[in-house]
C-alpha cells in the first residue's frame, strides 16, 4: 500500500494498515514516510486514556493486564495494549517471553496489542512508544495500557505519557517498597497490590498507604487496591477508581496541553539522543585510529572533541 492508503487504513482501524505504521516507526527505515505518517495522524490524536502499568518485575503485571482487559472489554472499550520489554545492549533485540502467550489471548478478545523494545533508552521508553501510541489513538482506540519494563524506580518516562499510571506491586515487598519507594512510589495515581489471595496481603496494602500518607497529593490521593487476577477480587474496584482518576484529569483540565507539551518535549529529546548518538560514533571510531592517545591527557581531548562536536550539530540544525 502506498502512503495514502497506508494513513486511510490507520484512521479506519485496518490492524494491517496499524501495524505495518508502527513497524515504520519502531525500525526507523524511512524518516521521511515516519514523519509523514505522525503528521497526518495527529488531528485524530489525544481523545484516549492512556493508562501506565508499571512496578517491579515478578508481581504480575501482565496476568493482570489481561484480566482487566477482559474486563475492559466487557464493558465495551475499544482497547489496545502496548507491552515494553528491555532490549539487549548489544543487540537491540528483546526477548519477549510471555508475550506471545498473552498476544494469543488478548487477541481472541479483540484486543490490538503489540510487544515493543526499550531499544537500550534509559527511563523504560523509547521513542517508537510514543509513536506507536499516536497512532492507536489514530486508529479509534478509546483505551490504551502501557505495560513498561519494570525494571525500578527509574523507569519514569511513563509519567509523560500515561493520562493515569497503575503501580502494580506484590504482598511480602517488605524492605524493597523502601528501596523503590524514591521512584515509581511517587509517581502513582493508583495503586495495586496483586496476589491479593497470598499472605501478607492487607499488611502490604497498610504499609503502602502509610508510604503515601507521608505525603499525600493535593487533589487527588492515589488509591491501594487489592487484586487477585485468578478470580476477579477487586478489579470492578480497580476500573472505577481508573475511570474516576479519567474524570479528575479533565474536570481540572490541562490534559490536552500537558500531553502536546510532553509530546513535544520528547520529540526534541529523541532527536538530540540521536544526534548525540551519532556523534558519539564518530568519537570512537576517531578514537580508533588515534595512535598516541596514552601520551596525552584524556580530559583535554574529550574538550577537544567537544568543541567540534557542537560546532557539527549546530551546523546540521542550521
Known amino acids: 500500500m502506498n502512503k495514502e492508503e497506508l494513513i486511510e487504513g490507520i484512521l479506519r482501524g485496518d490492524r494491517r494498515a496499524v501495524s505495518r505504521a508502527i513497524s515504520i516507526l519502531e525500525a526507523s527505515m524511512?524518516?521521511?514516510?515516519?514523519?509523514?505518517?505522525?503528521?497526518?495522524?495527529y488531528p485524530h490524536t489525544g481523545k484516549s486514556q492512556i493508562i501506565g502499568i508499571t512496578g517491579p518485575p515478578g508481581v504480575g503485571k501482565s496476568t493482570m493486564i489481561g484480566k482487566l482487559c477482559e474486563l475492559l472489554v466487557e464493558q465495551g472499550s475499544n482497547l489496545a495494549v502496548l507491552a515494553v520489554d528491555a532490549?539487549?545492549?548489544?543487540?537491540?533485540?528483546?526477548?519477549?517471553?510471555n508475550r506471545i502467550r498473552m498476544q494469543s489471548d488478548l487477541t481472541k478478545s479483540g484486543v490490538y496489542m503489540r510487544s515493543l523494545s526499550t531499544h537500550g533508552v534509559s527511563g523504560g521508553l523509547s521513542r517508537a512508544v510514543w509513536e506507536a501510541t499516536s497512532v492507536l489513538e489514530a486508529a479509534g482506540h478509546d483505551t490504551i495500557l502501557v505495560e513498561t519494563v519494570g525494571a525500578g524506580q527509574a523507569d519514569l518516562d511513563i509519567l509523560e505519557l500515561a493520562d493515569t499510571i497503575a503501580v502494580v506491586l506484590a504482598p511480602g515487598l517488605g524492605d524493597e517498597l523502601q528501596a523503590i519507594k524514591a521512584g515509581i512510589m511517587e509517581?502513582?495515581?493508583i495503586f495495586i497490590v496483586n496476589k491479593k489471595d497470598r499472605e501478607g496481603a492487607y499488611l502490604s496494602m497498610k504499609e503502602i498507604e502509610d508510604i503515601l500518607s507521608i505525603n499525600p497529593g493535593k487533589g487527588w490521593n492515589p488509591p491501594v487496591v487489592g487484586t487477585n487476577s485468578l478470580t476477579g477480587e477487586g478489579f470492578d474496584e480497580l476500573i472505577r477508581y481508573i475511570s474516576e482518576h479519567n474524570r479528575y484529569e479533565k474536570d481540572n483540565g490541562g490534559k490536552k496541553r500537558r500531553r502536546?507539551?510532553?509530546?513535544?518535549?520528547?520529540?526534541?529529546k529523541m532527536r538530540l539522543d540521536s544526534m548525540v548518538a551519532e556523534e558519539l560514533e564518530v568519537v570512537r571510531e576517531r578514537l580508533s585510529a588515534e595512535e598516541q592517545l596514552h601520551s596525552r591527557n584524556p580530559y583535554e581531548i574529550a574538550d577537544e572533541y567537544l568543541k567540534e562536536d557542537v560546532k557539527r550539530l549546530i551546523s546540521f540544525a542550521k
Open 87 to 97: 532490549s539487549s545492549p548489544f543487540t537491540n533485540g528483546s526477548i519477549l517471553g
Open 30 to 41: 524511512n524518516a521521511e514516510l515516519g514523519r509523514f505518517i505522525l503528521n497526518s495522524i
Open 187 to 189: 509517581i502513582g495515581n
Open 260 to 268: 502536546v507539551y510532553n509530546t513535544i518535549l520528547m520529540a526534541v
